[in-house]
């Protein structure tokens, strides 16, 4: 069984972990640029007006705005890729039916598809 002065060790040890968290400098990271992997968040979270609250004023209203703003921005990509592929689409593949597509292999799909996204992207640099 755990005695007294074992519950009351514990519980000195455990302020003086609160006192060492409270006392010791933060993390340089959060005063850091962010990461290129998240740069695109910061900034879809900086370009939103603050006059703007569809979504409320608290930190889910911001959440949610920034995800709203995030999703219209990935079907603004989608929708000009969809269009880069029909417009570098051959003119055989933009004239066969469904059934012509479906037979035809995998690899053949794939690598048109990665050259119209490649071309997609060379022209949105």
Same mark, same amino acid.
């Given at each position: 069984?755990?005695?007294?002065?074992?519950?009351?060790?514990?519980?000195?040890?455990?302020?003086?972990?609160?006192?060492?968290?409270? /006392?010791? +400098?933060?993390?340089? /990271?959060?005063?850091? +640029?962010? *990461?290129?992997?998240? *740069? &695109?968040? /910061?900034?879809?979270?900086?370009?939103?007006?603050? @006059?703007?609250? +569809?979504? #409320?004023? =608290?930190? &889910?209203?911001?959440?949610?705005?920034?995800?709203?703003?995030? !999703? @219209?921005?990935?079907?603004?990509?989608?929708? $000009?890729?969809?269009?880069?592929?029909?417009?570098?689409?051959?003119? @055989? /593949?933009?004239?066969?039916? =469904?059934?012509?597509?479906?037979?035809?292999?995998?690899?053949?799909?794939? $690598?048109?598809? #990665?050259?119209?996204?490649?071309?997609?992207?060379?022209? =949105? !640099?």
């Amino acid at each position: 069984s755990t005695g007294r002065w074992r519950k009351l060790a514990w519980l000195g040890l455990s302020h003086a972990q609160a006192l060492a968290i409270a /006392v010791t +400098p933060r993390s340089a /990271v959060i005063y850091a +640029p962010p *990461a290129d992997e998240t *740069a &695109f968040l /910061v900034e879809a979270a900086a370009l939103r007006p603050a @006059s703007a609250a +569809p979504w #409320g004023d =608290g930190r &889910f209203g911001a959440l949610a705005a920034t995800l709203a703003q995030l !999703r @219209s921005e990935d079907e603004r990509r989608r929708t $000009a890729l969809r269009a880069a592929n029909a417009r570098t689409a051959p003119a @055989s /593949v933009a004239a066969e039916t =469904g059934a012509e597509r479906g037979a035809r292999t995998g690899a053949q799909t794939e $690598a048109e598809t #990665g050259a119209a996204r490649k071309e997609t992207i060379a022209v =949105g !640099r």
